[in-house]
């Protein structure tokens, strides 16, 4: 078994910069294959979203995601919080988890992969490196479809049981 191929990737940014939200929402709009969903600006909000709790429970509007673009750094909840959420409930292979960040410390690299970050990235700084990572992400994105779901610690797509071990945990 493989994750489905799609024509879309469904992305949410999670991320307390509104600029950078902003040239990330830009740059996705330029990519075939992504497409930019929501936006959150904290790890509170965050888990909401994937919880479909506090407004984000209509699922028609707030889909869930296939792509986590998490900053570490925000408020009310930070993106180590986010990612051991997750981490508790199981769902590392139902979403791709990118953890978009301007920290460049060794140990936070560590500690994000450790908790279940997919990838690692810095920040890029300009619209060009922006573009060629949001391009290679789509690329990634693809090419993981096609994938045995072994060699990805079980990676799998499934709309429903998505829905089960997102939504309905504390």
Known sequence: MSRYIRDNYFVLIADDSPDDRLLLKAAIRATGRLQCIGEV???AETIAYLKG????????????????????????KDGFEVLKWLRARRVRGFLTVVVLTSSMESEDIKRALDLGADLFQVKPRTHGDRQAMVFALEEFMANSALVPVRSLGGRIAAGSTREVQLAGTP
Not at 53 to 76: Q, W
């Open 53 to 76: 709790h506090a407004g984000f429970g209509n699922r028609a509007k707030y889909p869930l995601p296939d792509l986590l673009l998490l900053d570490l750094r925000m408020p009310v």
């Open 41 to 43: 600006s904290d790890g």
